[in-house]
């Protein structure tokens, strides 16, 4: 794995985007857009699952899905792109792998929403309240995000150098 890290920081990408200071803030921009559109997508739809602005429609909310994973998609490829800058201070913080590790949980939670809940609650009527499982699920998949975001705030603070 450490030749695999080592790659990734001696690259053309790796030298790039430790090199050009403004790729990086651009990444960061770019990132903090993508987290916007993911979080605030999965903000209306898990409120509306938690039972509260019942005057979104069940359907509606979660059309909101695409822009969410839209959202995840950006992060995606710009967190690859910061990893490049040197991936020993993102594999050796513990923070980092704690993040990692929770969007791993929110992926379980979501698939877990979209196979046992969601034929059933887009068919419950205009209006009406999730029952006792989608509201936990809802509620778990806040709680994971806002500690994902957390996470990543705190990244710069527990870093090590590799």
């Not at 920081?9 to 790039?16: A, D, I, T, V």
């Not at 019942?54 to 910061?82: D, E, H, V, Y």
């Not at 993040?99 to 992926?107: D, F, P, R, T, Y």
Request: neutral net charge; proline residues 4%; hydrophobic residues 55%.
């Amino acid at each position: 794995m450490r030749e695999f890290f080592f790659w990734m920081r001696e690259s053309h990408f790796g030298e790039y985007m430790r090199d050009q200071q403004w790729a990086f803030s651009i990444c960061e921009s770019i990132h903090f857009i993508g987290v916007c559109l993911l979080f605030g997508a999965l903000l209306v739809i898990d409120i509306r699952m938690l039972g509260y602005a019942r005057k979104i429609s069940i359907p509606w909310a979660l059309k909101l899905i695409p822009i969410a994973i839209f959202g995840f998609a950006i992060n995606l490829i710009t967190g690859i792109c910061f990893i490049f800058v040197d991936p020993f201070q993102y594999f050796t913080n513990p923070v980092f792998l704690i993040k990692m590790g929770l969007i791993v949980l929110a992926g379980i939670n979501a698939i877990y929403h979209e196979v046992a809940c969601k034929e059933r609650i887009c068919a419950l009527p205009e209006g009406a309240d999730t029952d006792t499982r989608t509201k936990w699920i809802a509620g778990i998949s806040l709680l994971l995000w806002t500690l994902i975001i957390l996470c990543g705030r705190l990244l710069p603070q527990f870093s090590i150098e590799g």
